[in-house]
């Protein structure tokens, strides 16, 4: 009778760590669909847009701005824009 048991056991456990590792690919698979490249680079976007909110603390926070400007312009605009930035503090 022990022995029918100790195998009831060894087949349990192997079925549990089974469903362990079937839990942990699913949210591998997951967080990596979720955190993507190019899911990270769309939240990086928000966070430059932050700098663009006026009521945000990082309102027109110049190197924000210009990692921000990089990604949609030539190199020559990001180098207007600290005195651009320089004319909208002084409006506003």
Known sequence: MDANVEAEDI?????????????????????NRRFSDRNKKTMRYYYC?????????????????AEFAREYSSMMIVDFLPAEINNFRQIC
């Open 11 to 31: 087949n349990s456990f192997d079925e549990f760590k089974i469903n362990v590792f079937a839990v942990i690919d699913k949210l591998t698979s997951k967080m």
């Open 49 to 65: 847009i932050d700098a663009l909110t006026p009521t945000s603390e990082n309102f027109l926070n110049q190197d924000i701005i």
